[in-house]
C-alpha cells in the first residue's frame, strides 16, 4: 500500500515521538487557523445572510479509510474519540433550536441560519445553515467508526442537549449561552487538529472536512460575539481556559450499572479516551494543542477592530429587516 511521505499536517511520521507530533500540530494550526482564515469566515457571513449556501465537502471515498491511517495512537483509543465526539453531536436538532430560541430577539438572521424557520405550529419548514452543515458529521463520524471498526455504532447513553432556559435578559441570556457555544467550539476545534495529526491520507481528509466546518462557525461566532458584547473578551478566555481545565482534570462518578458517566458534554469525550489511563506524552501532546490553539485564536481576536466588526456585523442583514438602522446594542456584562 502506497504511503504518502506528506500530508495534509506536512511530513508524515508513522512512529512519531512528542516532538515530531508537535511539529505536525503547528503545521496545521499554521494552515488552519491563519489570521486570514478566521477573517474569511467572519467576513462571509453577510454573504451567508443573502445568499444561504452549506459548504461544500471535497469528494470523499469512504472505502479508501483503513486502520493503518491511524498513526502514533492506538486504534482503540481513537475509535473511543470517535465515539465520544459522537456523543455530542448526535442531538443537532436540539442543539441548533435551543440556539436559535436565544437568537432571535437578538439577532433574527443569525437565529435563521443556526436554527431555519419554523411555521406557527413550530414545525421546521426549513433547515439552517448550521444544522445542514453539522447534519453532515454525524454520519461521517459513524462511516469513520464502522469503516475502522469493521462493525456498526451502538447509540447507548447518547448527550441530551440543554433545553432553552431564559433568565434575566434577552442579551443576557445570549451571553451566557454563547460563551458555552463558542468554548465547546474551541474544544472541539482542538480535538480535530490533534486527531488530525494522528491520522493520514482519506482518514485525515474527512477530518479536516469536520474540522473546517467547526472553524466556519467559530469565527463566525466568536466575531459576532465579540462585536455584541465588546467588554466580554476577557471573560470567553477564562470561560475557555475553565472548560479547558474540567476537560484536562476530569472526574468521574460511578452509575447504578457500573458504568462510567461524564458529568457534562465534553466529560464524555475524556470518559473515552479514560484520562487516567492515557500515556503522559498524549496528555502533554493535548494540552500543547489546546493552548497553543488559544493563543492563535486570542492573536486573531485582538486585531478585530471595533470598526472592522462593525463592518461585518453592522448590516442591515444581521438583524433581519432592511428598515432598522445598524447598530451595536447597548450591552451590560456581568
Known sequence: MYQPSIDL??????NPNFWQTKTRINYLINQYLSNQELSDRLED???????????????INWQDINSEQVIGLELEIFLLIIKGILVTE?????????????????CPSIAKLVGGISDQGGKIIELGLWELEK????PALSKIYQQLSQQKISWLNLQRAK???PKINPYQDLYRHGL?????????????????AHTTGTLQKVLGELLQDEINHLGKFWGVGMWLYPEGAEQLICS?????????????????????????????????????????????????????????????????TPEYLHSCCATPEFFGNNDVECHQPEIIII
Not at 457571513?45 to 469528494?59: G, M, N, T, V, Y
Not at 463558542?182 to 488530525?196: A, F, S
Open 135 to 138: 447534519s453532515q458529521h454525524k
Open 163 to 165: 433545553s432553552y432556559q
Open 45 to 59: 457571513l453577510p454573504d451567508q445572510f443573502r445568499h444561504c449556501q452549506p459548504r461544500k465537502w471535497s469528494s
Open 240 to 304: 475557555i481556559l475553565s472548560q479547558i481545565n474540567t476537560f484536562l482534570t476530569v472526574s468521574y462518578r460511578t452509575s447504578s450499572n457500573h458504568e462510567l458517566q461524564p458529568k457534562s458534554t465534553w466529560h464524555s469525550l475524556m470518559t473515552a479516551l479514560f484520562w487516567q489511563l492515557c500515556p503522559l506524552s498524549l496528555k502533554g501532546e493535548l494540552i500543547y494543542t489546546f493552548f497553543w490553539t488559544l493563543k492563535r485564536i486570542w492573536q486573531w481576536s485582538s486585531q478585530l
Open 9 to 14: 499536517a506536512g511530513e508524515v511520521c508513522f
Open 90 to 106: 448526535a442531538p443537532i436538532r436540539a442543539l441548533t433550536q435551543t440556539s436559535k430560541q436565544y437568537l432571535e430577539q437578538i
Open 180 to 196: 458555552e457555544q463558542v468554548t465547546d467550539k474551541c474544544v472541539v476545534v482542538c480535538l480535530y487538529l490533534w486527531l488530525m
